[in-house]
């Protein structure tokens, strides 16, 4: 059975730091394409806020860049993002996407549980 686990969320003051990990289960049957980290806070839609491919291509949201860096460690199907300077709209729920092959043939995505993310000002 595939998981996606999560972990890292938590309070931290408008300036600090956080760091967000996601690990994929595979249970051998998913093999891991890109990985990326969504947010959707109160009221709000989901929004992409950075992926990355198996080959460490990274793309991020404007208003992340420079803040927020994705980076993945492909043995361990783990997908790290790494966030600086955190300001108070950053508060929301982050969930964690993984694209993939399932069983070598169809190719499927699976979604985390999500942890919360609070800036206080």
């Known amino acids: 059975q595939v998981r996606l686990v999560e972990s890292g969320g938590g309070l931290v003051q408008s300036g600090g730091s956080l760091r967000l990990t996601c690990t994929v289960s595979?249970?051998?049957?998913?093999?891991?394409?890109?990985m990326a980290w969504y947010r959707q806070g109160p009221g709000k839609q989901r929004e992409l806020v950075a992926s990355?491919?198996?080959?460490?291509?990274?793309e991020y949201a404007d208003s992340v860049l420079g803040r927020f860096t994705i980076s993945r460690a492909n043995a361990e199907n783990t997908a790290l993002l790494q966030m600086n300077s955190l300001k108070p709209e950053d508060t929301s729920v982050y969930v964690c996407?993984?694209?993939?092959?399932?069983?070598?043939?169809?190719?499927?995505?699976?979604w985390g549980e999500g942890v919360q993310v609070n800036v206080s000002s």
């Open positions: 595979t249970g051998d049957i998913f093999s891991v394409n890109a």
């Open positions: 996407k993984a694209d993939g092959i399932l069983a070598g043939a169809s190719p499927l995505t699976y």
């Open positions: 990355i491919t198996n080959g460490g291509t990274a």
